[in-house]
């Protein structure tokens, strides 16, 4: 994941652009998950429940990884 992903999600008309930037992050209540890149990134990423377990070392794993990749998209 990276920059790809990105670049794909301009070719996906699906995405609603920049929607992620005028939201609170409670995705369990938002209507608008199927168009949404943030949170379709996030179930590919934290896909199962070890991933969300915040006492789990494959959540700070998962968790550092997305935080590289950001830091290589800046
Ligand atoms: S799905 Fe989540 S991240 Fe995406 S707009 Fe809704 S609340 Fe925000």
Not at 5 to 13: A, H, L, M, T, Y
Not at 36 to 40: A, K, Q, R
């Given at each position: 994941m990276?920059?790809d ?9 699906k995405?609603?652009s ?5 939201c609170?992050?409670w995705?369990?209540r ?5 168009r ?5 990134m ?10 969300r ?12 990884e997305?935080?590289h ?6």
């Open positions: 990276g920059n992903v990105f670049e794909k999600n301009g070719e996906n008309s995405h609603i920049g929607i992620y930037n005028y609170d992050r995705c369990e938002c209507p608008f998950t199927s949404c890149l943030n949170f379709e996030s179930e590919e990423k934290f896909d199962d429940p070890q991933s377990d915040l006492n789990n070392e494959a959540f700070w794993e998962k968790l550092g997305t935080l990749e950001t830091l290589t998209m800046l």
